[in-house]
């Protein structure tokens, strides 16, 4: 559903990268050029490599920087592209794969050979056919905003969110989704979470220092902006946009924080639905389950603090500015699929003012990247099939198998840990499920319609099938096979509920994994990768889950006494690094990709140096005198760690990452992470009390 930023299901809230955010969530925009016309890409994207040498700037000491010894070239030779609000080589494999799957994209659009070509080749010519978006102008979005129009009590918005959700995929203040029970990772149950808001995080609304202020009131010009391009007088449009931001605020009052969002006991609270509604008594609960077809005696109210505020805006606003609100996170979300001067004034306050990126995004990667995210198992099967041999799954699959057993050792030796809290460390590692590559069973898209001249019409039956597909899981068996992430996607993520780890075919690429390489450096690109999706299971959220998915206290008293005290060193840690000036993370809301990173790179380590002593002829061939190209394999491993992070954000981005990503930057996810272990500066000959050397260094697992 196009509830903006609507939070039901933390399904991935431990993947390697942002899958998704404001300022990225805006992946039409910069649709410009008509299809038909040569809008594929002036040049092919550049492949990343794995060890690039000349990324090193071997002037810089390891010892005191390693992110600019690793990365100092690639950053000075690769600035951020005018369409990118950072770049990286992660951004480079991305666009890589983007273009695989444009060329996938524009051969099924002129020349399907199956069904599902001419399924997903319909919807990228749909996202592709600026002629027909331009001259229709607001045209599609007509029929939804008349049906905002046609509400006549505040009373009634349960029963209009039915037909609002059915037909157009849009759900107002409140929406519904089936997830896992986290008491009982066997049943699937109701939940309900918050949303309602357009900026990326509430502290925009709740902020009041002089750089909040003045991007609140570029957001209410900007709304009002689209208002007018919708029609509307500047007094009225004027008017609509100030009822949205005091709506917006109040909503973001009530609504929990993202640290806070981490927690699975705070977002977990199971209601009967008299009780719900006796939280939201403006809001019929019943009525509007009953109109879904969802029948549940229960569900979890995630945030009861955001439904008590609905029901407050409900009581104290006029319909009218209700209406407003309601137009415009409709207009909001069909931007991107209307004329160009809605898709440039979007691009304008989203994409240029809140990141900081300098021109739109050429039109082909983003349709690329949509219809992948709306058919990316139709697509997928097709991709792997070219990007992905079951050779690389295999060899992946070993990979997987070795860092268990060195995770498996580091449980076994830690030693701030019991041995009775060790079991159960070790009954849950053996529990972890692995999916490597692709879905064992594709996903069916046979019940979609897709139509090579309705680009939103498209958008809304994709957010429809994907939600009664969703719906249709109320109460039946959890399916362990499914994916949450596409083939082609270049990220990685960790489910608690499942206690599964997750690798995309897309990631299992250069400059993450290359089978032609030596192990040192697959070891310290996706042997890090796979270690912190590990170390997931076990960073301050995941360790709060059992190994069937359950949360579940399998910890000591004083286990997680020593737990606690280590992840709240990396809280002061992560919190003491600076991303832009007057801007440092928040160690708190990164807390569990910073365990996973500096766990995982122990792991991998670990593992890297059990091959080598079981099979030295393997993995250090090609090396002379215990080095290749003038590195030891442990160096080799390190900036082979670094490289995969190599990149740069602009200051916009960075300070709206800081906020919203609990990710922290790559420089820091870099020099946070061997800072932490020693045997780097073991590696490099540093000396204690440089900075890559601290005398107190941070280590949970």
Request: charged content about 25%; some cysteine.
């Amino acid at each position: 559903m196009r509830l903006a930023t609507l939070r039901v299901l933390p399904l991935l809230a431990c993947s390697l990268v942002l899958t998704a955010g404001a300022g990225y969530a805006q992946t039409l925009t910069s649709m410009s050029e008509s299809f038909g016309l040569p809008d594929g890409p002036t040049k092919v994207p550049v492949r990343p490599i794995s060890f690039d040498l000349n990324s090193l700037d071997k002037t810089a000491d390891p010892c005191t920087d390693f992110f600019q010894y690793a990365c100092g070239k690639w950053v000075k030779n690769n600035p951020i592209p005018a369409d990118q609000v950072r770049w990286g080589t992660f951004n480079q494999l991305a666009e890589s794969n983007a273009y695989t799957l444009y060329q996938e994209f524009k051969a099924a659009s002129e020349a399907p050979k199956t069904p599902l070509q001419k399924k997903y080749g319909d919807y990228f010519a749909a996202c592709m056919n600026t002629d027909l978006t331009d001259k229709l102008g607001a045209k599609p979005l007509q029929p939804e905003l008349a049906f905002i129009d046609s509400l006549k009590d505040k009373k009634d918005l349960a029963t209009f969110n039915v037909t609002a959700e059915n037909k157009f995929d849009s759900a107002y203040f409140f929406g519904i989704g089936v997830g896992q029970d986290q008491v009982d990772s066997t049943k699937q149950i109701l939940m309900t979470g918050q949303g309602g808001l357009t900026l990326p995080d509430r502290d925009y609304y709740l902020t009041d220092d002089a750089r909040s202020k003045t991007l609140r009131d570029q957001y209410v010009a900007h709304v009002t902006k689209m208002f007018t391009l919708l029609g509307d007088s500047p007094e009225l449009a004027a008017r609509e946009a100030a009822d949205v931001l005091r709506i917006e605020t109040a909503l973001a009052q009530g609504s929990m924080a993202r640290v806070d969002l981490r927690d699975p006991a705070k977002r977990y609270h199971i209601m009967t639905i008299a009780e719900t509604e006796a939280l939201s008594p403006d809001y019929k609960w019943s009525e509007y389950l009953k109109g879904m077809h969802v029948s549940a005696p229960t569900m979890n109210v995630s945030s009861p603090g955001y439904v008590k505020t609905v029901n407050t805006v409900l009581e104290t606003e006029d319909l009218a500015a209700i209406k407003h609100y309601m137009r415009w996170h409709a207009l909001h979300n069909a931007a991107a699929t209307l004329s160009q001067n809605f898709i440039d004034e979007d691009f304008n306050f989203f994409s240029a003012t809140l990141a900081g990126q300098k021109e739109q995004t050429p039109r082909w990667k983003r349709c690329s990247r949509r219809t992948d995210a709306a058919l990316g198992e139709a697509v997928g099967q097709d991709w792997v099939k070219q990007y992905f041999p079951p050779s690389a799954k295999d060899n992946m699959e070993k990979l997987v198998a070795a860092l268990e057993r060195a995770m498996a050792e580091d449980i076994r030796t830690i030693g701030w840990m019991s041995d009775e809290t060790k079991v159960e460390a070790k009954k849950k590692l053996d529990a972890f499920k692995d999916k490597i590559g692709y879905p064992e069973h594709w996903r069916d898209y046979s019940k979609l319609t897709v139509k090579r001249d309705d680009f939103l019409g498209n958008v809304e039956r994709n957010g429809i099938f994907e939600r009664e597909r969703n719906l249709k899981k109320l109460g039946q068996p959890v399916d362990e096979k499914e994916w949450g992430m596409t083939p082609p996607t270049v990220n990685a993520y960790y489910q608690p509920s499942m206690n599964d780890i997750n690798f995309p075919a897309g990631i299992l690429q250069p400059p993450f994994y290359d089978n032609s390489i030596d192990p040192a450096v697959n070891f310290g690109g996706i042997g890090v990768v796979i270690g912190h999706e590990m170390t997931h299971g076990f960073d301050d959220q995941g360790a709060k889950y059992g190994p069937t998915g359950n949360v579940k206290d399998w910890w000591t008293p004083a286990d997680k006494k020593n737990f606690n005290e280590r992840t709240d060193c990396e809280v002061k840690e992560y919190s003491g690094f600076k991303v832009a000036e007057g801007q440092n993370l928040n160690g708190k809301l990164t807390l569990g990709e910073n365990t996973a990173d500096n766990g995982g790179i122990r792991i991998a380590f670990q593992a890297l140096q059990e091959t080598i002593a079981k099979s030295p002829q393997t993995a250090l061939a090609g090396y002379t005198d215990g080095k290749r190209d003038g590195f030891t394999p442990e160096q080799r491993f390190f900036i082979s760690f670094g490289q995969i992070w190599c990149g740069a954000s602009t200051e916009q981005s960075a300070r709206m990452l800081a906020k919203t990503d609990p990710h922290s930057s790559g420089e820091w996810r870099v020099k946070g992470t061997v800072q932490n272990f020693e045997e780097f500066g073991k590696a490099f000959g540093c000396k204690v009390g440089q900075p890559m050397m601290p005398a107190n260094a941070c280590r949970v697992w």
